[in-house]
Structures are given as structure tokens and as C-alpha cells.
């Protein structure tokens, strides 16, 4: 028997669901996730699960820097460290007009308020990567970013929230749905779910939902390629970008290399299938060889493309509908959602229960994409 | 970089090089992709090699056979291309046909062809039980291999444990290298004549020959080699390598012998890998206890211009795989050369040619199914055996009430490893559809990922066409 | 582990782990390394368990050596002469 009606219905069982449902059921609410097909099938599953807040937009640093600080205590959170090592993350210059690009990064976010950022020289470069290519000068560094473990990271969120007494209803497509004076009511085929409130936090399928609730946003789909090698002997700490070039590239836990950075693959989201494009994953392949050469001879053994929600200005859909009654969205990631997963979850708490958060938010508000009129 | 061709046959064993001779006989452009250095797929590995010779004795006849039809292979138009590993196929996206990566010679190459089949073959259905990934324990179908290629047998007396026609072939080849048998523990489990005697008198009647050799295989085995039937249970164990094994018959109490070498078999399976990767549509086979694409009576999937024959379709035998490459050239022509028409009558005669081959092997899939214990080991069992994920471990995430292997390979990493799931995929859906009170034909694969083959960084980076100089 | 039913006319020489080997013309790199004393092709890249061949048709992935600086499947590389074949102890090393 499963319960049906709730304080808050989350839909979508990705990672910022999780955390949104975790943060309300610590809070005493009653909250029931709906998972079209399983916790972390979609993006959050095919993540590189980089934790950085190096180089992010600056309207994002406030709630990055808050996350960060949280990521160091996340066991706290969710009792289980997720895999996450803060082994830094550096995004390298290959040429001296890349240190004076960076450079100017760094004033920028010095202007800013936020020092956490730093440029280190060739030396130190090739101290923290003793791999990386001769050519490379310098790079942007942040020493307390670092990387996580994207399936432990879920199956901790997944426990957490199921110890706080969240009820996961994976298999359960929201179908329709519905608004009265007792509050929302979601169809799903031919069960029904009741709560006052809903969040939206639907990934790419995020705007369908959106539009059911009344609220037209509009989104783009990503298809962000990923790759994974074999195990190889450790050799690699930081998590590596560069200057100009499509690339994330890190070693995990297990020894494989996970090489990412937002290659565009295909994704058809109304079959929830998306397909890799070696011509162009092949791009990402040559900028690692190019930076690491001697990553040259190690074997790819799995590629795949995560689908997910992508905004114009690139930055996340955060807050209350302003047309539907207690509806609110979360998505709309653009590919850099892992490292504020815990703290949408205390946005959308502060949101829901307080009608208010202290935190910086405004850049994110869903009405700024332009929401045209109710459905 | 990429080239052009009407057809592009992937995998040179019987049903590939049949349908490159029918196709090339009409003018049709193709280049034949093979894995292996000669042509001759698994059953005629090395055939050209071992034309005579104490080795071809040893292998008999029927292997013999295969010289000729890959000396016409050789003669025949198409574009051999020998030691190249597909490593992904992008569909044309409706469109028919596709592209098709490869690497030889460590280069990336792409070619696109207006069709594609698949002769890709089948796989030997990896059988999970506690020690099956120590050295000493191997496949009877790998030994098959080593012989062939190789010229060698096993050094020392060797367990045999299984049941299907290969186990008692290879029985009775490695008899005749001079190998010793051990013991064979046959796994057929007890009373599967009875039910299933009209079926063998339709084989009987449809495959006499066959039929007829085996029987006689059978029955010669039982009177020379220590024989044991209705095996249940097998463990394996050593340290570094193989040095006991244990068995247990239906009924009956575990019994622990010495053993350097063990070869098992429980039947073959369609390599399903690249019809999943592409998305072909799949159907579980309850006749033969696993999933093969769906195909059409031609060979086609449910993706146009893509088609299969052979084992990689359904488990039916190098004689049927080579009149179903037939049928798909004829289709594959009918298509891209519709001025070019195929007699009616040489369709008909190779459809009751099939048809008889089919009717002949009913028997031995339902004679010959394995056990339900071979499917579900114990808990010390490792079943996914590049990240050496036991089935403990696949059956406590599975008793949330998860139901799904994408997830159990997600959270376990089983699936994750080079082989990309071959080796555990059934034996993942299986324990899942245990937990879940389900079917393996409801919980399905998992999805396959490309490469269907690693490939490296360099090789890939090669592909890249906005590169400039290196 | 295995020993061959006949000698063979041809021959080649490929080096495994350093030291020569004599092989035959038209084995594959798996054929002869099962006929080598020690045991197994190299280590699990996770558990660290020896490994040896189990399908010998390019399925299950065992079967991994280092074939002139490269990894391959040994079960699909023919033997040629002067051929270097290491087995692998550990993951491999990105040299730095």
C-alpha cells in the first residue's frame, strides 16, 4: 500500500530531488518522491561529479561556496562520504594570453568578495599534475574543490532519505495534474497522488512538468558526453580543465579516467535515449592526450551522454511559480549541478517552509527566462 | 576519412561469408569486417591452416567442410578486411544503414554502408558458479578454440561438466588428440527424454544425420570415461589456480576430487551486444532460455537497412547460418538493387532447407536447457568478473525493490568492466528477476555502451576533424 | 597448462616478460602463453586475483596482455616474429 497523500510531492528522483526531499523530511514534513524510472537514471547518474566552484558564473558563488563548505562535512549530511576527496581542481593556461584571461578571472571574483581562487605557476602545476604536458604555464587552482563519486553519491542521498522517512515511488510517471482548493493533485496512470505543495526538479523532462503545473518555461536539452577508461595506477589528484578547450578530465577512486567537460552528443527525450557522437567525443580524446600524452595508449571502455535541462543563461531554475500555487521548480543545471546538490535542498526547504531564504537567489528565479502566459 | 559501400558485413564465420558471395555475385559493393586474422568465424577458426594433418583428423569432417566455402569466400569480390574490431556502428537514423568504426592496424576508421549485417555469431552462455574464475577453469567452447588455433590440448587429465552437443564433440575430439578425461559431470538434469520424445523423433526424422552422431557421441563417451549425470552443483577451488573441484549430483552428497583442468559448457547465446547498443528491438526466446534481436523472415531488425544472420540471431548452427546470410543478401539486393531479381524458386529452397534445420532443433534446446540452478548461484559467487561483483552483492541491492540492471550496475559497478557486461549480463537479470519475483525476459539487458570494443585515447583523438597538425 | 598434439613445421620467435619464446606460425597470442608454466595472463585490474583466458574468442576480456606497448586481447592477436608480450601485474602506469 502505498501512501498517497503527502506534505510535498517531489517529482524527479535525481540528486537535487533527493536533496530537497531530504533537507523537508529533516524538517518534519511528509514527503513522497515521484521517479519516472529510477533514483539517478538520467543526469545525475551520468555525472562526472566534479565538486567545483572554480570558474563558475560569479551570481552562482554565493550558494557554491555555501555547498563547497558543506561537501566537506557532507557525511554529516547523508552519513557516508560520497567518495569525496577535495584533491583541488585546476584549470590550466596552455599559452601566456590563458594566464592573462585567468588572471583577470581572478580579480573579478576578488571584486567580488570570494578569495578562493588562486593562479599558481608552471612549478606548482607540475607538482599537483606531474603528468601534464611541458607547454602548459600555469593554471587557475582551487585547492578545496575537488571531485565525488557519482552512483555513491546517489545511493547515500537514496538512504538518507529513505532513514528520514521519504517514501521513493520509482516506475511512477506523473501524467497529469491537477489544482484545487485542497491543493495539487498528480495523476499517475491510474494512481493518484495529493499534497499542498509540489517541486519540480525533473531534469530534462523539467519543462513537460513545468507546463502541466502552469508554468511555461522555456529549455534547452543537453546531452553532456562522458567517457571512462580502464583501471590505471594512480597518477593524477586534481580534477583538470583547460582554457579554451571542451575538457574535464580526472581520476577516479577505482583508477579509471573520467573524461568529460560538455561535448554535445544527441539526446531524444521523448524516447529518454541519448547517443554518443565519436567525431566529436573525439575532440575531448585529442585535448586529453594533447595535455596528459601519456594517457595516449589507455583504453576507453564506456561513453554515454547524460540528458538534462539547459537554461539560455546557462544558470539553474531555482524558486516558487509565480502563477501556480505551491509550485516549485529546481533544474535547469545547464551541466554544473553536482556541487550544489546540498544546498538546494536547504534553498527549497527555507522556501517552502519559511516562504523566504536569506540566500542569493535572484539570478535564478524562474520568471527571468521568460514565462509566458499559464497553459 | 570515411568511405562509401553498398553493404557492410561485419564478422567472416558462416553466415557473413555466405552473404558476401550470394551479394557480391550482384555487383553489390562490400567490405566484410572481421575480428579474427582468417576467415572462418569460431567453427572453422584457422580452417585454411589445418586443411590436413593429424589436427584436421582430430577435428573431423565436418570442419574439414569449412576450407571450402572460405576458399570461395576468398575468391569472391567483396573487400576481406581481416584483424579490423568494430567498435561502434551509428545507425543512419531511419534513413537505412549506418556508420561503422573500426580500428586496424591501431588506426580509427569509418566507413558508411546503405546496409549492414551483422554475422557477429553467438557467445558460450557463462555458466557463474563459486571458483568458475580461477585459471584451469574454462569454457569447452574456448578449448575448442586453442585446439583449433593452436593445435593444443589440456597437459593432464581433464573434467568435463556441462551438457549440449559442443560438450560431447569437444569430448570426443580431445579423445582422439590423445587427451584423458577425468570425468564428465553431465548437467542435464534428470527425465528431460520423456516429455520431450516427439521432438526427438521430429529431429530424428528432420536431422538424421546429426542426430545420429550425436547419439553415437553419447553413448561412446559413457562406456570409455568415468561418467556422471544429473550434476547439480559445481564449485571450483585453488588459490592462484584450479586444484579441487566439487560436485554434487541430484540427490546426492557433495563429492571433492583433484583437478588441474575443468571445461564447462551450458550452450550458446546470441552475442546480443551490437544489436543492444544500436537499439534494436530484443525478444527473450523461452525455447532457448535467452533474448535475440527481433527479426524479420529476411534477417532484418526493427532498424532499417540493419540486419543480422547467423547466431547473433537465435542459436540454429553454421548450416543454418549460412542460408540465412543467403536470405539477407537476397533482401539486402531486393533493396539496393531492385533491377537485380532473385530467382523465386532458389528463395523457396533455401527457406525449406531452414525450416528443417529449425524443426531438428527443438530437441536439443529443450533437451539440452540449462539447469535453473546454473542461472542462479550462490552468494560466494562472483558473477560480473571484471569488477568481481558477487551475487551477495547484486541480491542485496536488488532486495529494495529494485528491479533494473542499469541500476544494479550503477551501484555495484557490475557491467563496468572491459568485457562491458557480456560475461554477467544474464546472470545479473537473472538474480534480479529472483529478487524482484520476476522474469529475466521482463528485466531485460543492461544497455549497452559504446565502444563495443576499448579503444584508446590516441586512436580515438585521431578521429577528431577539426584537428590541426599534431 | 596446455601442450600442443604435433610439433609444428613453422615457427616464430616473440619474447614473453623479457625472455624469448618459440611460438608456432598461426597460434594466437593466448594459444601460447597457455602453454607457458606459469600460471595466468596477468591480474584483475580490481580484485588483484590471477587471470586466465575463459572464452577465447574475444568476450571476456581475460585474457589482456601488453602486445608491443599496447593491451590486446591475446585470444585475437596472431603471434608474429619478434613480437614483445608482458603480462601485467598491476594497472598500467601513466608515466609521468
Redesign the interface.
Known amino acids: 500500500m502505498t501512501r498517497t497523500e503527502s506534505d510535498i510531492l517531489v517529482i524527479g528522483g535525481g540528486l537535487h530531488g533527493l536533496s530537497v526531499a531530504l533537507q523537508l523530511l529533516r524538517a518534519g514534513r511528509s514527503v513522497t518522491i515521484l521517479e519516472e ?5 538520467h543526469a545525475s ?1 551520468a555525472s562526472a561529479a566534479g565538486v567545483r566552484t572554480m570558474f563558475r558564473p560569479v551570481s552562482e558563488l554565493p550558494v557554491s561556496v555555501e555547498a563547497a563548505g558543506m561537501w566537506h562535512r557532507i557525511e554529516d549530511l547523508v552519513g557516508d562520504t560520497c567518495g569525496f576527496h577535495a584533491n583541488g581542481q585546476l584549470r590550466v593556461a596552455e599559452r601566456d594570453t590563458d594566464l592573462i584571461s585567468l588572471e583577470n578571472r581572478v580579480r573579478e571574483t576578488r571584486s567580488a568578495g570570494f578569495k578562493h581562487e588562486e593562479m599558481i605557476d608552471r612549478q606548482t602545476l607540475r607538482r599537483l599534475a ?2 601534464i604536458a611541458p607547454h602548459c604555464v600555469g593554471a587557475l587552482y582551487v585547492c578545496t574543490d575537488g571531485a565525488a563519486d557519482p ?1 555513491r553519491t ?2 547515500a542521498f537514496r538512504v538518507a532519505v529513505l532513514a528520514a522517512g521519504g517514501l521513493i515511488c ?1 516506475g511512477t510517471s506523473v501524467t497529469g495534474a491537477d489544482h484545487n482548493d485542497t491543493g495539487w493533485k498528480l495523476l499517475c496512470g491510474d494512481r493518484i497522488f495529493r499534497a499542498p505543495v509540489v517541486v519540480n526538479a525533473a531534469g530534462a523532462w523539467a519543462g513537460k512538468i513545468a507546463a502541466m503545473l502552469g508554468d511555461d518555461i522555456p529549455l534547452g536539452v543537453k546531452a553532456s558526453m562522458m567517457m ?6 594512480p ?2 589528484d586534481p580534477v583538470v580543465s583547460a582554457v579554451g578547450r571542451t575538457l574535464s578530465f580526472k581520476q577516479s577512486e ?2 579509471t579516467l573520467v ?1 568529460g567537460g560538455g561535448l554535445q552528443g544527441r539526446a531524444d527525450v521523448e524516447a529518454q ?1 541519448s ?5 566529436r ?3 575531448g ?2 585535448a ?2 594533447e595535455l ?1 600524452p ?11 551522454a547524460g540528458i538534462e535541462a539547459t537554461t539560455s543563461d546557462h544558470q539553474p531554475v531555482i524558486g516558487a511559480s509565480t502563477r501556480s500555487p505551491g509550485v516549485f521548480h529546481v533544474f535547469g543545471f545547464s551541466g554544473h549541478g553536482f556541487q550544489l546538490v546540498p544546498v538546494t535542498g536547504l534553498i527549497l526547504r527555507d522556501l517552502i517552509i519559511d516562504t523566504k531564504t536569506s540566500r542569493q537567489i535572484a539570478s535564478f528565479a524562474p520568471d527571468r527566462l521568460g514565462v509566458r502566459s499559464a497553459a | 576519412m570515411s568511405d562509401h559501400v553498398d553493404l557492410i558485413i561485419i564478422g567472416a564465420g558462416p553466415a557473413g561469408m555466405s552473404a558476401a558471395i550470394a551479394a557480391s555475385r550482384q555487383g553489390l559493393s562490400i567490405v566484410v569486417l572481421d575480428e579474427q586474422a582468417r576467415p572462418g568465424g569460431q567453427i572453422w577458426r584457422n580452417v585454411e591452416q589445418r586443411r590436413d594433418g593429424a589436427l584436421s583428423t582430430v577435428l573431423g569432417r565436418d570442419y574439414a567442410a569449412g576450407a571450402e566455402l572460405v576458399d570461395r569466400f576468398r575468391a569472391c569480390p567483396a573487400d576481406y578486411r581481416a584483424e579490423a574490431s568494430v567498435w ?1 556502428i ?1 545507425e543512419g537514423q531511419g534513413t537505412g544503414g549506418g556508420k561503422v ?1 573500426y580500428l586496424k592496424d591501431h588506426q580509427a576508421r ?1 566507413l558508411e554502408g546503405r546496409c549492414i549485417l551483422l554475422a557477429t555469431g553467438a557467445q558460450e552462455r557463462p555458466p557463474a558458479f563459486p571458483g568458475w574464475t580461477l585459471p584451469g577453469v574454462m569454457g569447452i567452447g574456448a578449448a575448442q578454440v586453442t585446439l583449433k588455433s593452436g593445435g593444443q590440448i589440456p597437459d593432464g587429465p581433464v573434467w568435463i561438466a556441462g551438457c549440449g552437443p559442443l560438450a560431447y564433440l569437444y569430448a570426443m575430439q580431445l579423445r582422439r588428440a590423445g587427451g584423458t578425461i577425468a570425468g564428465f559431470l553431465d548437467t542435464t538434469p534428470p527425465g528431460r527424454l520423456l516429455p520431450n520424445f516427439f521432438a526427438f523423433l521430429q529431429a530424428m526424422l528432420f536431422q538424421p544425420a546429426p542426430m545420429l552422431k550425436g547419439v553415437a557421441w553419447q553413448l561412446a563417451l559413457r562406456c570409455t570415461v568415468p561418467w556422471v549425470p544429473h550434476v547439480a552443483a559445481l564449485t571450483a577451488d585453488g588459490g592462484d589456480r584450479l586444484k579441487t573441484l566439487t560436485y554434487t549430483t541430484t540427490g546426492g552428497k557433495p563429492v571433492t576430487v583433484e583437478a588441474a583442468h575443468l571445461l564447462v559448457h551450458e550452450g550458446i547465446v546470441p552475442g546480443t551486444h551490437p544489436t543492444l547498443m544500436l ?1 534494436c528491438e530484443q525478444a527473450w526466446s523461452d525455447a532457448q532460455d535467452c533474448f535475440a534481436p527481433k527479426l524479420d523472415e529476411w534477417g532484418e531488425t526493427s532498424l532499417p537497412g540493419i540486419f543480422v544472420a547467423g547466431d547473433a540471431g537465435g542459436i540454429a548452427g553454421a548450416q543454418a547460418a549460412r542460408l540465412r546470410g543467403e536470405l539477407a543478401a537476397v533482401a539486402i539486393m531486393r533493396r539496393l538493387k531492385p533491377s537485380a531479381v532473385a530467382e523465386r524458386d532458389a528463395v523457396k529452397r533455401l527457406r525449406s532447407r531452414l525450416s528443417r534445420i529449425i524443426a531438428g532443433r527443438a530437441f536439443l534446446d529443450r533437451y539440452f536447457r540449462p539447469r535453473e540452478a546454473a542461472c542462479l548461484p550462490p552468494d560466494d559467487t562472483v558473477i560480473c568478473r571484471c569488477e568481481g561483483v558477487t551475487a551477495a552483492q547484486i541480491r542485496a541491492l536488488t532486495t529494495n525493490g ?1 528491479g ?1 540492471p ?2 544494479v550496475k ?2 555495484t ?1 557490475a557491467g ?3 568485457c ?1 557486461g557480456r560475461q554477467c549480463g544474464y546472470g545479473v537479470a537473472r538474480l534480479t528477476a529472483e529478487i524482484t519475483g520476476t522474469h529475466a525476459a521482463t528485466v531485460g539487458l543492461y544497455r549497452a ?3 563495443l570494443k ?5 586512436e ?8 590541426t597538425e599534431a | 597448462m596446455f601442450r600442443k598434439i604435433a610439433q609444428p613445421a613453422q615457427g616464430v620467435t616473440v619474447e614473453v616478460d623479457g625472455t624469448p619464446v618459440r611460438a608456432s606460425l598461426g597460434e594466437t597470442v593466448a594459444d601460447l602463453l597457455l602453454r607457458q608454466t606459469e600460471v595466468g595472463f596477468g591480474v584483475n ?2 580484485s588483484g586475483r590471477v587471470r586466465a583466458p575463459y572464452c577465447m574468442m574475444g568476450v571476456c576480456f581475460e585474457c589482456l596482455v601488453e602486445i608491443d ?3 590486446s586481447q591475446a585470444c585475437l592477436m596472431p603471434v608474429r616474429e619478434g613480437m614483445r608480450i608482458t603480462r601485467r601485474m ?7
Open positions: 524510472s529510477w533514483v539517478g537514471r547518474g606531474p603528468a552512483h546517489l545511493r520509482e571512462v577508461t580502464e583501471r590505471v595506477a597518477f593524477l577505482q583508477g573524461i535515449r547517443f554518443v557522437d565519436f567525431e567525443l573525439a575532440r580524446a585529442r586529453a592526450t596528459f601519456a594517457v595516449r595508449n589507455i583504453r576507453i571502455v564506456r561513453t554515454w | 561502434h551509428d568504426f569509418v537499439g529494485l533494473d542499469n541500476m550503477a551501484f559497478r563496468m568492466g572491459p562491458q555502451r559504446p565502444p576499448p579503444i584508446t585515447l590516441g580515438l583523438a585521431v578521429l577528431d576533424k577539426q584537428r | 585490474a580490481a606497448g599496447r593491451d598491476g594497472r598500467p602506469e601513466v608515466a609521468a
